[in-house]
T-cell receptor
């Protein structure tokens, strides 16, 4: 079974700090997605990366797909309380419909 | 505005009961998924369907079955609920891969 390990599992930081969340696997993915989930809701897509080495920016969030397409990172600059939530990465293997989800990183940003 | 709805937000059932969870999407998507979400385990795929009446097992199909009689509706069935099926159940849909998965709000199921 393919696994996607996320680290850290929990993160509590002060408003204004920077942070990085990692998503690692021994498997190669054709694309990788990042989602944010708030309490009582389903995950919502933030970004999809498809090319090895690709970097995408979404305001204060920067996403990178590893060169070998086995890992990814999410960097948040100057975190705000509104960034609080569960961050999930999900990898898709070429030729399948199945998304493999990471174990999740629960972020809390304190005002 | 795209929408995936799930029949219940919270359910409490007894061990041995048959449980139906329904999911409806209004985006004419081909693919629909059922996941369960447990702390520290992320989302695990139970079943998915890529067309009406077509289904494939995910990673943890034991104890579950599914039905997709209409394109917009995907049902998850727990034939005989057990306490280890207490979890958050999430439904999702996509048009094609690697498109955005649109998730419903989830059903939190407690089996006593």
């Amino acid at each position: 079974t393919q696994l996607l390990e996320q680290s850290p599992q929990f993160l509590s930081i002060q408003e204004g700090e920077n942070l990085t969340v990692y998503c690692n696997s021994s498997s190669v993915f054709s694309s990788l997605q990042w989602y944010r989930q708030e309490p009582g809701e389903g995950p919502v897509l933030l970004v999809t990366v498809v090319t090895g080495g690709e970097v995408k920016k979404l305001k204060r969030l920067t996403f990178q797909f590893g060169d070998a397409r086995k890992d990814s990172s999410l960097h948040i600059t100057a975190a705000q309380p509104g960034d609080t939530g569960l961050y999930l990465c999900a990898g898709l293997t070429s030729g399948t419909y199945k998304y493999i989800f990471g174990t999740g990183t629960r972020l809390k940003v304190l005002a | 505005d795209v929408k995936v709805t799930q029949s219940s937000r919270y359910l409490v059932k007894r061990t041995g009961e048959k449980v139906f969870l329904e999911c409806v999407q209004d985006m004419d998507h081909e693919n629909m998924f059922w996941y369960r979400q447990d702390p520290g385990l992320g989302l695990r795929l139970i079943y998915f369907s890529y067309d009406v009446k077509m289904k494939e097992k995910g990673d943890i199909p034991e104890g579950y079955s599914v039905s997709r009689e209409k394109k917009e509706r995907f049902s998850l069935i727990l034939e005989s609920a057990s306490t280890n099926q207490t979890s958050m159940y999430l439904c999702a849909s996509t048009q094609t891969s690697p498109e955005t998965q649109y998730f419903g709000p989830g059903t939190r199921l407690l089996v006593l």
